[in-house]
């Protein structure tokens, strides 16, 4: 059996990949070439992201006035802010990362039964992207399952460990509630009321979980736990346990952008602007291009959530943003259509599926 450095991507299949199996090595498959990933990030002591006390938005008329205000800020030049007082309690954070964190502890033959390469599939267990077939391979495992609406997935989710569909069932609960606060604050930042896009959310959203594991790595600096990209969704609410995020500042070094930590602060919430809210603003607001760095020594366990519409239920510009002056900038889409993007595509090498929604001038 090769299991040499040099060792194809076909070599690392799920079940039997480098990040699984823990070898004391990155192979030649994982390396991410210098010239497509530069690593100039800023320590985050020196660099700050929004942080928004988003209790505020239940307050008098002028303090929600003011966290509008600083949502509307972070959506223009971050695509990203951070979110303190959200309501959720820490109990249900701690129990949802733990429980989690048991799931990727389970023998492989449990973790197995949901293995999956099929991006439709509404529960799958996986590696990488897409196993054996992305030319650039990635230090992470992963379960990802649909979650709304809850009673029609959650029996298809894992039974083991014993409090996995009972933990990570709450924070969903949770997050998909102040998933739409913030979509109503955000599309109320944008002129059009925070009740546009409610009961389009509210009943037949789509929620996504995406349950990351990402092992300690032997050579952090070679390889990733992601690529830089950006997500599909509307928004995505992000817990984590450890540092690791970073994300891409558009507006510094006069336009040209620069990496950033995020810091971690127990508790806190990290709220990613999607593609899809990109397509909403008519590129008012942007999506936050994101990546995900490793650890030598300690295993990073991340939940994301992701908010969208329904899996066919097209994401368009509204008319109430378009001028002569700001005609239409986006093609319409759904998740569906998505989904559609990541089996053709490879995201590993930079495609991302915002640029096929751009309309050229």
Same mark, same amino acid.
Request: aromatic share 8%; glycine share 6%; charged share 25%.
């Given at each position: 059996?090769?299991?040499?450095?040099?060792a194809?991507?076909?070599?690392?299949?799920?079940?039997?990949?480098?990040?699984?199996?823990?070898?004391?090595?990155?192979?030649?498959?994982?390396?991410?070439p210098?010239?497509?990933?530069?690593?100039?990030?800023?320590?985050?002591k020196?660099?700050?992201?929004?942080?928004?006390?988003?209790?505020?938005?239940?307050?008098?008329?002028?303090?929600?006035?003011?966290?509008?205000?600083?949502?509307?800020?972070?959506?223009?030049?971050?695509?990203?802010?951070?979110?303190?007082?959200?309501?959720?309690?820490?109990?249900?954070?701690?129990?949802?990362?733990?429980?989690?964190?048991?799931?990727?502890?389970?023998?492989?033959?449990?973790?197995n039964?949901f293995?999956?390469?099929?991006?439709?599939?509404?529960?799958?267990?996986?590696?990488s992207?897409?196993?054996?077939?992305?030319?650039?391979?990635?230090?992470?495992?992963?379960?990802?399952?649909?979650?709304?609406?809850?009673?029609?997935?959650?029996?298809?989710?894992?039974?083991?460990?014993?409090?996995?569909?009972?933990?990570?069932?709450?924070?969903?609960?949770?997050?998909? #509630?102040?998933? @739409?606060?913030?979509?109503?604050a955000?599309t $109320?930042s944008?002129? !059009?009321g925070?009740?546009?896009l /409610?009961? =389009?959310?509210?009943?037949?959203?789509?929620?996504?979980?995406?349950?990351?594991?990402?092992?300690?790595?032997?050579?952090?600096?070679?390889?990733?736990g992601?690529?830089?990209?950006?997500?599909?969704?509307? #928004?995505?609410? @992000?817990l984590?346990?450890?540092?690791g995020? $970073?994300?891409?500042? !558009?507006?510094?070094?006069?336009? /040209?952008? =620069?990496?950033?930590?995020?810091?971690?602060?127990?508790?806190?919430l990290?709220?990613?602007?999607?593609?899809?809210?990109?397509?909403?603003?008519?590129?008012?607001?942007?999506?936050?291009?994101?990546?995900?760095?490793?650890?030598?020594?300690?295993?990073?366990?991340?939940?994301?959530?992701?908010?969208?519409?329904?899996?066919?239920?097209?994401?368009?510009?509204?008319?109430?943003?378009?001028?002569?002056?700001?005609?239409?900038?986006?093609?319409?889409?759904?998740?569906?259509?998505?989904l559609?993007?990541?089996?053709?595509?490879?995201?590993?090498?930079?495609?991302r599926?915002?640029?096929?929604?751009?309309?050229?001038?």
């Open positions: 059996m090769e299991n040499e450095k040099g194809s991507s076909s070599t690392f299949k799920m079940g039997n990949s480098a990040q699984e199996r823990s070898l004391p090595y990155v192979p030649d498959c994982y390396a991410v210098p010239s497509y990933e530069p690593r100039d990030a800023l320590d985050s020196s660099e700050s992201v929004p942080t928004i006390d988003i209790s505020r938005l239940k307050g008098s008329d002028d303090e929600r006035r003011g966290v509008i205000q600083e949502i509307r800020l972070a959506c223009q030049s971050f695509g990203f802010f951070q979110i303190v007082n959200h309501g959720i309690d820490q109990s249900i954070l701690d129990d949802a990362l733990a429980v989690a964190k048991g799931f990727f502890e389970l023998p492989a033959k449990e973790k039964k293995m999956s390469n099929d991006v439709y599939a509404p529960v799958r267990y996986t590696t992207l897409k196993d054996g077939v992305d030319k650039t391979q990635f230090w992470r495992i992963f379960l990802k399952h649909y979650a709304h609406p809850l009673h029609r997935w959650i029996h298809l989710w894992p039974q083991n460990p014993p409090e996995y569909r009972e933990k990570i069932g709450k924070f969903c609960e949770e997050v998909r #509630i102040l998933s @739409l606060e913030i979509m109503g955000i $109320e944008l002129g !059009l925070r009740d546009y /409610s009961s =389009r959310m509210g009943e037949n959203g789509m929620q996504v979980m995406a349950v990351n594991c990402y092992p300690p790595c032997p050579d952090p600096k070679t390889a990733l992601l690529p830089p990209h950006s997500d599909y969704s509307c #928004i995505t609410i @992000l984590q346990n450890l540092t995020l $970073e994300i891409f500042d !558009l507006t510094a070094h006069d336009g /040209s952008g =620069r990496w950033v930590h995020v810091p971690e602060v127990k508790g806190v990290k709220v990613h602007i999607g593609d899809h809210v990109e397509v909403l603003s008519n590129g008012l607001y942007k999506s936050v291009i994101h990546k995900v760095t490793l650890n030598e020594e300690k295993t990073r366990i991340s939940l994301a959530s992701l908010h969208s519409l329904g899996m066919d239920d097209k994401m368009s510009v509204p008319c109430q943003l378009v001028n002569d002056e700001n005609p239409v900038r986006y093609r319409e889409s759904s998740f569906n259509d998505f559609g993007f990541l089996v053709k595509n490879d995201i590993s090498q930079g495609d599926f915002i640029d096929t929604l751009r309309i050229k001038d």
